[in-house]
T-cell receptor, first 111, second 114 residues
Framework: DAKTTQPPSMDCAEGRAANLPCNHS???????VYWYRQIHSQGPQYIIHGLKNNETNEMASLIITEDRKSSTLILPHATLRDTAVYYC????????????FGQGTRLTINP | NAGVMQNPRHLVRRRGQEARLRCSPM?????VYWYRQLPEEGLKFMVYLQKENIIDESGMPKERFSAEFPKEGPSILRIQQVVRGDSAAYFC????????????FGEGSRLTVL
């Protein structure tokens, strides 16, 4: 019952920018877009989240379209260690709400 | 500040035995979430707890599974009479009292049922 759609897999060359798309056409006005990743067999790791403005931190940038129906996670200079499954999730920011993980995008960084 | 600690990291049980998985949240965190990941599958939400309260258990199987987060001590996920289908990685996550959706995950407990 995830509210997002992501491509199942993507490849990117090491050192290039990795752009991971996510569709969330039914997003509500009070829902944020979250990105997590899971590196092989490890616990998921929070990357970034945003509401409607673009966001950037030390890990990535998040670009949200003006209508908020889609977003793109950008890893500016991908390394081999960025190979992971990336999950795009929508959720209200506060309150007792679980995170619902979909199938995510399996990103492979190639040397 | 230590991260979310889960133990045991690996647990082997025979069918019919009980499995107890423990999760110590990060210091100052009062929310705990449990997720299950079957081999080659995605993460499935199981239960969300605050201290001494179950907030959302919509993902918990109706039988054999229970969870608690006592006032003192770690959160416990208990699986009674385990079956082979319970073999999975069980991840715990915690978040601070002001929940902003940023969850901190542990490294998981891998249960193998023989």
């Amino acid at each position: 019952d995830a509210k997002t759609t992501q491509p199942p897999s993507m490849d990117c060359a090491e050192g290039r920018a990795a752009n991971l798309p996510c569709n969330h056409s039914t997003i509500s006005g009070n829902e944020y877009v979250y990105w997590y990743r899971q590196i092989h067999s490890q616990g998921p790791q929070y990357i970034i989240h945003g509401l409607k403005n673009n966001e950037t931190n030390e890990m990535a940038s998040l670009i949200i379209t003006e209508d908020r129906k889609s977003s793109t996670l950008i890893l500016p200079h991908a390394t081999l260690r960025d190979t992971a499954v990336y999950y795009c999730i929508v959720r209200v920011a506060e309150g007792a709400q679980k995170l619902v993980f979909g199938q995510g995008t399996r990103l492979t960084i190639n040397p | 500040n230590a991260g979310v600690m889960q133990n045991p990291r690996h647990l082997v049980r025979r069918r019919g035995q009980e499995a107890r998985l423990r999760c110590s949240p990060m210091k100052g965190h009062s929310h705990v979430y449990w997720y299950r990941q079957l081999p080659e599958e995605g993460l499935k939400f199981m239960v969300y707890l605050q201290k001494e309260n179950i907030i959302d258990e919509s993902g918990m199987p109706k039988e054999r599974f229970s969870a608690e987060f006592p006032k003192e001590g770690p959160s416990i996920l208990r699986i009674q009479q385990v079956v082979r289908g319970d073999s999975a990685a069980y991840f715990c996550a915690s978040s601070p009292p002001l929940d902003t959706g940023e969850l901190f995950f542990g490294e998981g407990s891998r249960l193998t049922v023989l």
